[in-house]
């Protein structure tokens, strides 16, 4: 599966920035999605993640309220709204795909990634 994640970019404290993932090779709406977030010298964090049928969710506490992840299995794209943008949140994002298990649970032995997206927002 590769995954192509797009959508970062600058945006002022306060703003909205839609990333989002686009999948091929495999067979998108079996895989569990979600989202990442890494810092220089930081381990990278889980920020969303969602279920291969988008039933179940999982948000870290710093961004909840703010994200939202979606996915769309017809077009084998996930999706991270995020909304009341900090600039904290300025870092690089990931996406990430595994068979088994929701993403946030097992970071490191997660099956796919993506290429980063890198969002900065100003103050």
């Known amino acids: 599966v590769q995954l192509q994640a797009y959508g970062g970019g600058l945006v002022q404290a306060g703003g909205s920035l839609r990333l989002s993932c686009a999948a091929s090779?495999?067979?998108?709406?079996?895989?569990?999605m979600g989202w990442f977030r890494q810092a220089p010298g930081k381990e990278r964090e889980s920020v969303a993640a969602?279920?291969?049928?988008?039933?179940?969710?999982y948000y870290a506490d710093s961004v909840k309220g703010r994200f939202t992840i979606s996915r769309d299995n017809a077009k084998n794209t996930e999706y991270l709204q995020m909304n009341s943008l900090k600039p904290e949140d300025t870092v690089i994002y990931y996406c990430?795909?595994?068979?088994?298990?929701?993403?946030?649970?097992?970071?490191?032995?997660?099956?796919?990634w993506g290429q980063g997206t890198q969002v900065t927002v100003s103050s």
């Open positions: 969602i279920s291969w049928s988008g039933r179940s969710l």
């Open positions: 090779g495999g067979t998108f709406s079996k895989y569990h």
């Open positions: 990430a795909a595994d068979r088994s298990t929701m993403v946030h649970l097992t970071p490191q032995g997660v099956d796919y």
